[in-house]
């Protein structure tokens, strides 16, 4: 499973994609587009975005958490939070994936509070990644568009990477991906 996280790594590293490919048709006639998000903050906003026009959300949290959030990254954040919590309260579908992290504690303690009382949403843990482990987390939209954050968090901020593509393909590839891993984590 983990192998998978390693393929897609190529998409945090802007030169590597090929502008070629940016605003082609796929196969189902979607346009793509990947936009390169300038820092976390900017990750938090257009998450909140996204999840606040889904239908359907699978979100991930594990791995590392960045070191020293500024204050406007923790507002970005706060942001982010009450969209997933107006998504849920809304009726969407809304499926989370956290890690055994220490780190991922406050997350889980959020979304077991949140379960109560909406059966639209389901969050389990995934053993195995620690805070030492660099993983990347995702969140798949109505499998239509995937915002990605890979966090290193022992290296300064200019090593993080955070995309937001729309791509079906990509999406779906990913929500595959996030369906294997719920199948082996734990009902929080």
């Known amino acids: 499973v983990l192998s998978g996280f390693v393929t897609i790594a190529a ?3 802007p030169e590597v994609i090929d502008p070629r490919l940016r605003n082609k048709k796929s196969e189902s006639s979607a346009e793509f587009s990947c936009e390169t998000l ?3 903050e900017a990750l938090y ?4 975005e996204v999840i606040g026009s889904a239908k359907s959300i699978l979100d991930t949290t594990w791995g590392p958490e960045p070191s020293e959030p500024s204050p406007s990254e923790l507002a970005a954040r706060a942001k982010y939070l009450d969209a997933k919590r107006r998504a849920i309260r ?3 579908g809304y499926c989370e994936i956290v890690s055994s992290a220490p780190l991922a504690e ?4 959020d979304s077991e509070k949140l379960k109560h009382g909406h ?3 389901w969050v ?3 053993g195995g990644p ?3 482990a660099y993983m990347i987390d995702f969140l798949v939209a109505d499998e239509q568009q995937i915002i990605f954050s890979h966090v290193h968090s022992t290296v300064p901020g200019g090593m993080n990477r955070y995309l937001c593509c729309k791509c079906e393909p990509l999406a779906k590839l990913f929500a595959g991906l996030f369906r294997q891993c719920w199948d082996i984590a734990k009902e929080v």
């Open 11 to 13: 998409f945090f590293y």
């Open 38 to 40: 300038e820092n976390r």
């Open 45 to 48: 906003k257009s998450a909140a």
């Open 90 to 92: 809304g009726g969407a």
């Open 106 to 109: 406050i997350g889980t303690e």
């Open 119 to 121: 059966p639209n949403f």
């Open 124 to 126: 389990a843990a995934l």
């Open 130 to 132: 620690t805070t030492e």
